[in-house]
Structure formats: C-alpha cells, structure tokens
C-alpha cells in the first residue's frame, strides 16, 4: 500500500494510509479545546524552561520554543491563528504552528511528555482560575445579600413551610439564609480547589518518562501545590472536574430555589416584590406581562449542569487505567458548566440586591395567614398549659378565625378568654407579628436583634476573604 500524504500530522510514522475525513473530523477535539490554548502555552514554556535545566534542551533551543510560543499565543489572542482539525486538538495544532515558525527546535519541545500529562495539567489551570473567577462572583453576591438583608432588617413577611404560612420573619433573615448557601458553595469550591492543585506534568503517557525531568521545578513554575504522585492516576483522574461540577450544581441547585422564591414573590398574586425592568422581559402577545425571564432562565439552567453532572460521572465510570480517548468527552460538559454557573451568578449579583421590596404587602400577608398562632401557644405554655393541649386551644381558635374572616390579633379578649380562661390582656404582646419575630432572640433565630449580629459576622468574614 501506498503511503498518503499525511503531512499535517505528528503522529503519522506507522499508519499506511491517511484518516479517513470523518474520523478525523469525528475525533478532533481542537473546535472546543482550544479554549486551553493560554495553559498549554504556559505549560509549554514551563516544560521547556525545565528541559534546558535539565540538560535535555540548548538555552537557545528554549529561547527560540518561548518566544515562538508567546507569538503564537499573541496570535491566537488576536484571533489571528489558523486552527486545523486535522491536527486534532490544540495540543498539536500549537506544537504544528511553532515548528512551522521556529523549526527543528520545536520538534524538541514534546520530549518527556505525552498529551495526555498536558490535557490533564492544562484542564486543572484551566479550572483552577475559573475557581477564582467564580469565587470572586459568589462573594460579590453575598456583599450583595448582606446589604439587601441590613437594609430590610424590619421588614416582616411570612415565612412558609409547605408553602403555607408558617410564622412570620425578617427578610434580613430570610437574604441570610441564602447567603449561608453561597457560604456552603464557597467553601466547596475552594475545598475542590485544593485537590484540583497538584500538577500531572511529567507522568507522560503513563508511566512517567527516562528523561531526567525536574518536577518540582515545573510545579513551581506552574503555581501548583505538588505533583502527583503516582502517574498512571494523574493522566487518567478526572475528579477535580466532577467535583467541580457537583459543586456547581449544588450551587446552581441553590440559586434554582432562590429564583423560584422571587417568581413566586414578584407574581401579581403574592406581590412582594418588584424586579428591576432591566431583568425582565415583557409578552409579545399580553401587553400587561412584565415576565422574571433571568430568574426562570437560572432555575432552567440548573438542568444543563445536572446533566454535566451526570455526563462526567458515567464518562468515568468504569474506565480502566490509565489515559482513555474517552476523556476528550469531559471538555465540553466542563466548560458548558464553568460558563454556566459563572453567567447565573453575575445576573444573580446584579439582580437580586435591585430588587424592590414591598414591606407593606409582606406584612399584611402575614397578618392574614395566622402567622402568630404558635406564638399564642407558646404564651398558653408559658401559663402553665401543656403544650398538646396549647395547640388544641389555639388549633380551635384559628379554626373560629377562618369561619369569621378575622385574625387572632383581631379577636377581642372575650372572645379570646373562651377558648382558653388563662388568656389575659398582656396576650396582644404576643400576637403582633413584631413581638413573634422579637422573641425568637437566640443564636440562628429571627429576632432583628440575631439578624442584626449575623450581618456583622458576615461582613467580618467577607472583609477577610481575599
Ligand atoms: N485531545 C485529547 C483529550 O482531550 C488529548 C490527547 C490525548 N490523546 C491521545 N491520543 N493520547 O483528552
């Protein structure tokens, strides 16, 4: 058989005939990859510079492999590059491109390495700055909350289980109740961090290389915190990007839930709130519509990076030691997710500290739905009544309240005094809907007083956070 031209491949020695046009088309990966392009390079460089001291390279042959890559990186920034599938991905459409400009040195530069100790080191620096990035948003938005939860310190609504009002509470409360989820998020984000920082780089192909390569040189170059230890898990493990991602979709499951709880407080029905114009979209059709489009497109995106989730998983699962093709498949899932949680959380931060609230229209929401009916239990209680039969008591009186329209705090003492004798006047103290929030006075309760102290907390934490 006749040898094809295989020209623009680096891999070409031992095939007889070229790739057929679909495969190639079919396993490139450089249309998606080349979004590595900045840690290949400066993983790159950091090889090479560690190949000269090692001996392996010239200092020229390192000077020429740097200066090209950093054209070439310029080139690429500047949108100036000719990427091509046939040379499969960017690992080596950049090696191609260099030695097109830089000749023989450039053939030298994959000496001791193998793509697969580089997709995985450029993966993880990939990762490790969109970490930071998001971090940086997810504590933008908790600024965000903080002042959103002091500025409605007061402000009363009620609060629901089940959906059904419950008792009532400070929408101070109720915003740092989620800033303790983006907290949780942070946390796990930088706990993935932590083991997403150890650098595959001289594992090679599998099993490490005969070359005399200083690892700890490169790690430090790299910014990483160790190499890995054992090459063979380095240039197959995946789960800094599962973990990633089952981090973000915890997060996003957590904005999911915020997202729903403004859509519902900004339908007309409820009215708590009011999003700003520029976060929402009108009907084509209904001229009155004024829609919470970004809030519903967050709680909609929660399903893409669930999917990634499980995407990432079941690529993993099963796969035997050591580099498999079948990773290529992690690329697209990742940074659909990096782009995703990243996009949610800065429409989250801008969004969510403008919105308006309607103090007025919580409070008489929850002077509408018993909201304080635990509080006359817990005051029979505090009489001497037993708490079952407290419950009963005030169970009997709400059900009087439904048949007559009216609120406990509306009832008169006499009417009051018929469901329980115990009940005196100082039982007005208990039924407003300030007096509930008030008692509820101990570390994690609502009262404005642990509302407040929380807030100065989290500004402590986040003035600390770098
Ligand atoms: N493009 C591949 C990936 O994303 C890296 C190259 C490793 N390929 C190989 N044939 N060993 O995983």
Redesign the pocket.
């Known amino acids: 058989m006749s040898k094809k031209d295989t020209s623009q491949q680096l891999w070409t020695g031992r095939f007889t005939e070229a790739t057929d046009a679909f495969v190639e088309a079919f396993t490139a990966?450089e249309h998606f990859?080349r979004r590595l392009y900045r840690q290949d390079i400066r993983g790159s460089i950091a090889h090479a510079r560690m190949l000269a001291k090692a001996g392996v390279l010239t200092a020229q042959e390192r000077d020429a492999i740097i200066q090209g890559l950093e054209e070439l990186r310029e080139e690429i920034d500047q949108g100036d590059f000719n990427w091509s599938p046939a040379l499969?991905?960017v690992?080596m459409n950049i090696e191609k491109r260099l030695t097109d400009r830089i000749g023989e040195a450039g053939k030298k530069l994959h000496t001791g390495r193998?793509?697969?100790d580089q997709?995985a080191t450029d993966i993880r620096l990939y990762l490790r700055d969109e970490i930071d990035h998001i971090r940086a948003e997810l504590i933008r938005f908790q600024h965000g909350l903080v002042q959103l939860a002091e500025q409605e310190l007061d402000t009363i609504l009620p609060g629901f289980t089940h959906l059904q009002v419950a008792q009532p509470v400070s929408f101070g409360h109720h915003m740092l109740a989620w800033y303790e989820m983006l907290v949780r998020d942070q946390e796990r984000l930088e706990d993935c961090r932590k083991r997403l920082n150890v650098m595959p780089l001289g594992s090679a192909a599998l099993a490490g290389t005969s070359f005399p390569i200083d690892r700890d040189m490169t790690c430090a170059e790299l910014e990483f915190d160790r190499p890995s230890r054992n090459s063979l898990d380095a240039v197959s493990d995946r789960d800094f990007a599962m973990e990633f991602t089952a981090a973000a979709a915890i997060l996003l499951t957590h904005t999911s839930r915020m997202a729903e709880e403004m859509i519902i407080w900004a339908s007309p029905l409820v009215d708590f709130i009011d999003l700003p114009d520029r976060f929402c979209t009108g009907s084509s059709i209904m001229p009155q519509k004024k829609n919470p489009d970004v809030a519903e497109i967050v709680r909609g995106k929660t399903a893409r990076v669930n999917g990634h989730l499980i995407a990432l998983l079941t690529l993993m699962k099963s796969q035997p030691l050591a580099?498999n093709?079948d990773?290529?498949e992690d690329?697209e899932p990742l940074f659909d997710t990096v782009d995703t949680v990243r996009d949610c959380l800065r429409a989250f931060a801008d969004m969510v500290p403008a919105m308006r609230v309607k103090r007025e229209n919580m409070y008489a929401a929850a002077r509408k739905g018993f909201a304080t009916a635990t509080d006359l239990a817990d005051y029979l209680v505090r009489k001497g009544v037993p708490f079952r039969d407290a419950h009963a008591i005030v169970g009997a009186a709400v059900r009087h309240g439904v048949e007559q329209g009216m609120d406990l705090a509306d009832m008169d003492l006499p009417t009051l005094q018929g469901f329980s004798d115990t009940i005196g006047e100082d039982v007005y103290q208990v039924l407003t809907l300030e007096g509930s929030v008030a008692a509820r006075d101990h570390l994690g309760g609502t009262a404005p007083n642990q509302v407040r102290s929380q807030i100065r907390a989290a500004r402590e934490r986040l003035s600390k956070l770098s």
Do not use: A, I, T
Request: proline letters at 0%; aromatic letters at 8%.
């Open positions: 990966s990859d499969e991905d690992h193998s793509r697969n997709v580099y093709r990773n290529q690329k």
